[in-house]
């Protein structure tokens, strides 16, 4: 699992191909707007949308996160 740009697309592919690595859940492209097609329709690979901070719940923790920091800081 991994950030695009973390990995790269084409060694992904390779070690899929290969065997070296089983699996691959992946949500966010290097290249959004190119994704990797060969990769993201392999087999082998999981592909969610770029969503997992779209929760009420997540988005509530973010604005807490968020007012903890500004709170932080020394004016």
Same mark, same amino acid.
């Given at each position: ?7 790269? *697309?084409? %060694?992904? @592919?390779? &070690? ?5 690595v089983?699996?691959? =859940?992946? *949500? !966010?492209? @290097? ?8 990769? &993201? $329709? #392999?087999? &082998? !690979? +999981?592909?969610?949308? #770029? /969503?997992? &901070?779209?929760?009420?719940?997540a $988005?509530?923790? /973010? =604005? $807490?996160?968020?007012? %903890?920091?500004?709170?932080?800081? +020394?004016?």
């Open positions: 699992l991994a950030r695009g740009g973390l990995v790269n *697309d084409d %060694d992904m @592919l390779e &070690a899929l191909e290969s065997g070296k089983r699996a691959a =859940g992946l *949500d !966010v492209w @290097l290249s959004e707007k190119d994704p990797n097609w060969t990769l &993201a $329709q #392999h087999p &082998a !690979v +999981s592909c969610t949308p #770029h /969503i997992g &901070a779209g929760t009420k719940e $988005q509530k923790r /973010i =604005g $807490q996160e968020l007012v %903890d920091i500004v709170e932080g800081f +020394s004016l």
